[in-house]
Every structure is written in structure tokens, then in C-alpha cells.
């Protein structure tokens, strides 16, 4: 069964909202990746949930910019979703070398992602 196992915030400020979350909350820093404006991409994990801090534009609002599902099939899960309702079919974007991850948009408007893989919630 699908199951959210990530949430994407996009910030301002990567590094301030990082801490806050591991400060506040007792996240743990899970992995970190460079971005390509020179801010941190930050992934932060209790250990059942991903919680990804990601730049955001500096001209829009800060935010949640998207949750994911894992599932046992991407394609699968996309062709469902269409059926579904959702307004595009499922974009591959394998930025980080993770490859087997896709996007959509469920019937609001609101970014959908899919990954067989899932996220890191442990140090590799």
C-alpha cells in the first residue's frame, strides 16, 4: 500500500529551517546536498518520515512545495493517479541520482511526487 514518507518544504533561509526542525522536533540530518545556488538541500528523518528542506526562489513564498508516496511501481501509481483525477501525467525527475521518481498533479493543483526507492530516513 502507498504510504506518504516525504515532505518537501521549500525556504529561504535551508540552514535556519534545518535547525529548527532538529532543534525543535529531534529530527536527525539524514543527508545533505548541495544546491546549485550554493544553499544546502537538507534532509532531515525520525526514522519512519522524510522532511526534505529545499531552496526556495527568493521571489516566492516559502512553503510546502510537495508530498511523496512510495510505492512498489511509479508507472503504475501515475497511470492510477490520471485515472483518478490528477491533472498531468507523472514527470520523471531524477535529480539526484535516485532515478526511479516522478511528479504529478493530484486534481487541486497540488505537486504529488512517487518513488519506488523512497527517501533516505537513516544516515547512508
Known amino acids: 500500500m502507498p504510504k506518504i ?6 525556504a529561504h533561509d535551508t540552514d535556519a529551517l534545518a535547525a529548527f526542525y532538529i532543534n525543535t522536533f529531534g529530527r536527525a540530518e539524514v543527508s545533505r546536498l548541495p544546491a546549485q545556488d550554493g544553499r544546502w538541500r537538507h534532509f532531515l528523518s ?4 522524510n522532511l526534505a528542506i ?8 516559502e512553503g510546502i512545495n ?3 508516496f512510495q510505492v512498489d511501481d511509479v508507472d503504475k501509481a501515475s497511470e492510477t493517479a490520471v485515472k483518478g ?4 501525467n507523472a514527470e520523471r525527475v531524477p535529480q ?9 498533479m493530484d486534481p487541486i493543483g497540488q505537486r504529488v511526487d512517487l518513488s519506488a526507492k ?6 547512508d
Open 66 to 68: 510537495h508530498f511523496g
Open 85 to 88: 483525477g490528477a491533472k498531468v
Open 5 to 10: 514518507q516525504h515532505i518537501a518544504i521549500h
Open 96 to 104: 539526484d541520482g535516485r532515478g526511479n521518481e516522478a511528479f504529478f
Open 54 to 61: 529545499l531552496p526556495g526562489r527568493l521571489d516566492r513564498p
Open 46 to 49: 525520525d526514522g519512519q518520515m
Open 118 to 123: 523512497g527517501w533516505p530516513l537513516t544516515h
